[in-house]
């Protein structure tokens, strides 16, 4: 029972590249969260997902995108990299929007 | 505008001792509250709740608070050990959405 994974650790794009950060959680949750932690912000909501083929906005979903093909994967894309988007990317799920969610260990990205 | 702050970026208690941890919030819509605990490299791990409903709940070491009227919660940690040295997260939901806000953090030091 491995959790929440996240692939990859660590990334460094140059800006207007493009990447796909991927989260996987075993634990059949049907809900899925994608956050950024920049210093003193604590962390920020971009999307999330209520269940298989849903994507809602969250607080920050500017310049992401992101899909939920499989209950299991949530991916979160960046299209065009700006050097604003260099944070700690930390992907969440949780059995309903009233239990606890469960963090994966996060993804490092650098945009110069 | 931050819904939820955490003031004291940081906290250094002797081990033994009583930690003290404070949240505030403007939403008077949150109806539930959660600590998470969170060491570098990892993402954040789930410490304890607590409902509007109720003005205490206790997990062992760990205590929170909830003063409704003032929209201030409260982590007390009894008694400290360094293995408690962390970043804290206080976070709160709202009765109608799916998100999670979270504060700033407040990093725990405790001296052994």
């Known amino acids: 029972n491995a959790g929440v994974t996240q692939t990859p650790k660590f990334r460094v794009l140059k800006t207007g590249q493009s990447m796909t950060l991927l989260c996987a959680q075993d634990?059949?949750?049907?809900?899925m969260y994608w956050y950024r932690q920049d210093p003193g912000m604590g962390l920020r909501l971009i999307h999330y997902?209520?269940?298989?083929?849903?994507?809602a906005k969250g607080e920050v979903p500017d310049g992401y995108n992101v899909s939920r093909l499989k209950k299991q994967n949530f991916l979160l894309g960046l299209e065009s990299a700006a050097p604003s988007q260099t944070s700690v990317y930390f992907c969440?799920?949780?059995?309903?929007?009233?239990?606890?969610?469960?963090f994966g260990p996060g993804t490092r990205l650098t945009v110069l | 505008d931050q819904q939820v702050k955490q003031n004291s970026p940081s906290l250094s208690v002797q081990e033994g001792r009583i930690s003290i941890l404070n949240c505030d919030y403007t939403n008077s819509m949150f109806d539930y509250f959660l600590w998470y605990k969170k060491y570098p490299a990892e993402g954040p791990t789930f410490l304890i709740s607590i409902s509007s409903i109720k003005d205490k709940n206790e997990d062992g070491r760990f205590t929170v608070f909830l003063n409704k009227s003032a929209k201030h919660l409260s982590l007390h940690i009894v008694p400290s050990q360094p293995g408690d040295s962390a970043v804290y997260f206080c976070a709160a939901k709202d009765n109608a959405g799916n998100m999670l806000t979270f504060g700033g953090g407040t990093r725990l030091m405790v001296k052994p």
């Open positions: 969440a799920s949780s059995a309903t929007s009233f239990h606890e969610q469960f």
């Open positions: 634990m059949n949750h049907e809900y």
């Open positions: 997902s209520v269940g298989e083929g849903t994507t």
